[in-house]
């Protein structure tokens, strides 16, 4: 069985860094098919994708928020991490991570399968 | 960027009903399209990908047709449990949603 499991602070204060680990079972992410995407939803909006990596270690960012955002991953621990740095109340959401999987080897083309709970953060002083 | 529009942003129906929602992008996407249902305060689940192939364990009162740069989503015969919020995904490029369709009674 799939999962993942997003974890963190609750409360972080404006400024700071945040830490999120998504912490993945039931595949491996070496597995060439597969990555790991964080997306976030603040209260009330709509999904916004902010960063993903894949087996290969290759990553990217949403072009509007690159500047902050750093993700890794511990293929040995299963987890992927996402830091922000500079931590506005306008960062307050719900932080999903989410499986990436291409149906076939030769398909370039990755949807996002399975997702974690979601974990709630809040930005405030 | 790709950019997604969803219509209605709300849609009032009834235990029975048939159910579409419209999902348009900003250029083509070919097939590269997937529907989710939220639930509040659950994360989304995949209902449909590559625009019309259901995923494994969603009812079959779901659907999904297009191609390109228009897409359904069609619920036959909606159901007490799908009172949802549905969002589009395109991942042509990169991965954007629509606004989400509010699926109310």
């Known amino acids: 069985q799939v999962t993942l499991k997003e974890s963190g602070p ?6 700071e860094t945040l830490t999120l680990t998504c912490t993945v079972s039931g595949f491996s992410l070496n597995n060439t098919r597969m990555g790991v995407i964080w997306i976030r939803q603040p209260p009330g909006k709509a999904l916004e994708c902010l960063a993903y990596i894949f087996s290969n270690n290759e990553k990217s960012y949403s072009i509007s928020l690159k500047s902050r955002f750093t993700i890794s991953k511990d293929t040995s621990k299963s987890q992927v991490a996402l ?17 990436l999987l291409r149906r076939t080897s030769l398909s370039s083309y990755y949807y996002m399968d399975v997702w974690g709970k979601g974990t709630t953060v809040t930005v405030s002083s | 960027d790709i950019q ?11 235990v029975g009903d048939r ?5 348009r992008a900003s250029q083509s996407i070919s097939r590269w399209l997937a529907w989710f249902q939220q639930k509040p305060g659950k994360a989304p689940n995949l209902l449909i990908y590559d625009a019309s192939t259901l995923e494994s364990g969603v009812p079959s009162r779901f659907s999904g047709t297009g191609s390109g740069t228009e897409f359904t989503l069609t619920i036959s ?16 490029i990169y991965w954007t949603f629509g606004q989400g369709t509010k699926v109310e009674i």
Do not use: E, G, H
Request: hydrophobic share 30%; charged share 10%.
């Open chain 1, 10 to 15: 609750v409360v972080v204060k404006p400024t």
């Open chain 1, 83 to 99: 830091t922000m740095t500079n931590m506005d109340p306008m960062d307050t959401a719900t932080y999903f991570c989410a499986r």
């Open chain 2, 4 to 14: 997604m529009t969803q219509s209605p942003s709300t849609l009032s129906a009834s």
């Open chain 2, 19 to 23: 159910v579409t929602i419209t999902c």
């Open chain 2, 77 to 92: 015969s909606l159901q007490p449990d799908d009172f949802a919020t549905y969002y589009c995904q395109q991942y042509n």
